[in-house]
């Protein structure tokens, strides 16, 4: 089992590379500008899935994460002169899994206190941690302030976007498989319940916030070397808003559903684009829509390969 | 950890003098109770009577104003309710809290959790002590679900399943925690008199076979009366009658506080 | 010394009560139906834009100040009461029964979508609001200044939550709608029309936001379609801190955020202004989240 495991890993892997070496040279630039973009997307609603849909907690300043994963990466590589290597692949990757780090720091930070918190209350906190950490960007000179910061080494390319997509797949998943998994989703389910079976509830909270804004922080590393400019426009509370919406289309605890939610929305603003400035009319349009006719989104709480096992014996 | 044979002895729990005050009004004043080990306890009284705010006071979810909670020797007043399941109390709920989009097996398995054996990089790369841990769990909540009958719903969502069989799996998740006490809140509330007559023999059967003390919530008097030891009435929040099935049937303070019914 | 105090005191005064008046609508909402309406702000914004159009339509032909002023301020909120009502009717009232997350998302979408149809619609530029009543120093000396706009706003403001009051303390659509807000279920078990009662409320609310919209053109003239973010947030903060579905909270809560603002830029720095509001956020809902005069509902086990 472990062997097949290893083996279909190191296969995708090969994959990735292959279809990255394709891509870059036969595909329309600005095709692969989407698919990376989708790519980062789907990093970045997986992450929030956690949170929002297994955790049941409603966070509303994931942008703020990503933000924190976007800056210190791109300090790292761009504006602390440290080391040619920190130029290459591998040293930005490393940069990148640093402000990954960095930005569970400031998950721990902002889950801990808004632990007591429920609902409305949660997602007014974490909103307005997204805006402080943005501001404080935006105030710091030598990350380039309100003019943003530019010349980062624009490393993410197709394979190590979706190399990343895959490990945080995978990571999740198995987290979510485990008992630490089901601990978390206890207190989505029904927190009195938890409690009374010996979970700690805050702390596997705050696990799910922690977790969750690390990969937030990966997308923002990879968005920005992507970009290979940042600036705190880029992480306000209508990013926010867009990875809710990835994660309430493709269903609130569906990681394949977050996938595709993040594939959709990131799509849609270039499907809309026909539309011109009427765009981001119709986009809340459409979540008012999809919150009415089908809140549950499209898988609701199961994976797309739950979807194809027999209907449970009701 | 095999339920069956490595056995917890049942706990010896005492409470003295529980208070508690909503806004004024005394839900539970002054409330004793003492478990000995194995005992299998009622505790009865007419709705509102403060019968569940007692068993909200014993596993923490509210803290009394005023009163003792010890549990073989070690206070509980103060602790967080997860911290009281792990020292050994248990107990399920008058409405219905299951983890409803969980599977059978998976609410069992959630109480696990507090004995698991394994951390986070075992969980990421998958090592052996996960599959073996992993496995265990399977195993011990199957058997458990075995003596409680729902075996073969392991796969099932909790949500769909029939109203008798959640009540159930209620009682065996709440088993899955090992506890010393066992609180069962109106277990039998909603079933038919098959269930009912069912669900008796198998509250016996889990002290029995698990060793468990236990206390009960119940309206329904035949229940109480065919399985408790002791049973406790309470009123307005206060204990009116404390004693067996037959002197408690036989107290006019009962039953005048139930106006003629039980 | 004694008049820069004093000057804080009336600006602070003077903001707060647009802050009042926008948190008011926040906090009846809440206390009703036990979710934050995303979209309220972006209603003030619309009684902001919709008392520009009436203005410039009506004052050619009205000459007396007072009565244009009265005009438009009864205009806005109007417009407002149909705006909120339609928003209530289409995307609030069908998940009612809802989880409260759903709730939440769907206003963010009409807070959204109201925010990009009216830069749609009105531009992105701002527009500058017409002085209704033409500005006079009432007072001034040693650089104290007061002139009748601040005190038009205060005393309007005081006037609005005057007459709140009276209809929650004094009539019976107030007092149905306080049961509600205790118990909705109970309220409908014991006849009351809680649609109705939902639509009282909204009604009351987004008209406050219109009145509260002109008041706020006439002190910044400044109006453009992200206007209501700012302002909603920090009236939303007020209503938190002074205890979220609580009224009387709400119009405590937006003087004292008003004061806090107006003192903080004046004594330590204008950069902060915004903070403050953020400031106050955090502090509450780390030590009081319950707000002021809040009390949490115990939730049943």
Known sequence: ?314 | MNQAENIVLGGDFKVEALTISFGGLKAVNGFNLHLKPMELQGLIGPNGAGKTTVFNLITGVYLPDSGTSVLDGKSLIGLNPHQISKAGIARTFQNIRLFADLTVLENVMVSYHMRVGYGYFDIFLRTPRYYRIEQEFRDHAFQLLKVMGLEQRKDDKAKSLPYGDQRRLEIARALATEPKVLLLDEPAAGLNTQEKAALMGTIAEIRNRFKTTILLIEHDMKLVMGICEKITVLDHGEIIAVGTPREIQDNPKVIEAYLGVG | MLQAFLQNVINGLAQGSVYALVALGYTMVYGVLQFINFAHSDIFMLGAFGGFYLAKWLSPSVSNPLLLLVSVILGSMAFCVAVGLTVERIAYRPLRSAPRLNVLITAIGVSLFLENLGQVVFGADPQVFPSLIPTKSLLEGEGLVLNNIQVTVVIVSVLLMLLLHWIVRHTKLGIAMRAVSFDIEVANLMGIPTDTIIIFTFTIGSSLAGAAAILYGLSYPKIEPLLGVMIGLKAFVAAVFGGIGNIMGAAVGGIVLGLAEAFTVYYVSSTFRDAIAFGILILILLFKPAGLFGTFKREKV
């Open chain 1, 1 to 314: 089992m472990k062997r097949f495991q290893t083996l279909v890993l190191i296969a995708v892997v090969a994959l990735l590379w292959g279809l990255n070496y394709l891509f870059e040279e036969n595909l329309n630039p600005y095709v692969l500008r989407v698919i990376i973009n989708c790519g980062i997307g789907m990093i970045l609603a997986m992450s929030l899935n956690l949170v929002n849909g297994c955790a049941g907690q409603f966070s509303l300043g994931h942008a703020g994460f990503m933000g924190v994963g976007a800056y210190i990466s791109a300090t790292i590589t761009s504006v602390l002169n440290l080391s040619p290597f920190f130029q290459t692949d591998l040293g930005v990757g490393c940069a990148i899994v640093m402000g990954g780090i960095v930005a569970s720091i400031a998950g721990y930070l902002v889950g801990l206190p808004s632990l007591r918190l429920k609902g409305d209350y949660l997602a007014i906190v974490t909103l307005g941690f997204g805006e402080i950490i943005r501001i404080c960007f935006l105030n710091i000179e030598a990350v380039g302030g309100a003019r943003g910061l530019s010349g980062i080494p624009p490393k993410s390319n197709f394979f190590w976007v979706y190399l990343w997509v895959v490990v945080t797949f995978i990571a999740l998943l198995r987290l979510l498989r485990s008992s630490y998994g089901r601990a978390i989703l206890s207190v989505r389910e029904n927190e009195i319940a938890a409690e009374s079976m010996g979970i700690d509830i805050s702390h596997y909270k705050v696990v799910a916030f922690v977790v969750s804004s690390f990969f937030a922080g990966i997308a923002g590393g990879l968005f920005a070397h992507f970009q290979s400019f940042i600036d705190p426009n880029s992480f306000v509370f209508n990013k926010s808003v867009e990875a809710v919406i990835m994660v309430v289309i493709g269903g609130m605890g569906s990681l394949s559903g977050a996938i595709l939610g993040g594939v959709i929305v990131t799509l849609l603003p270039e499907v809309l684009r026909v539309f011109e400035q009427y765009r981001m009319v119709i986009f809340p349009l459409i979540l008012i829509v999809l919150m009415l006719v089908r809140p549950m989104g499209l898988f609701g709480h199961k994976e797309i390969w739950e979807l194809f096992r027999r209907k449970a014996s009701s």
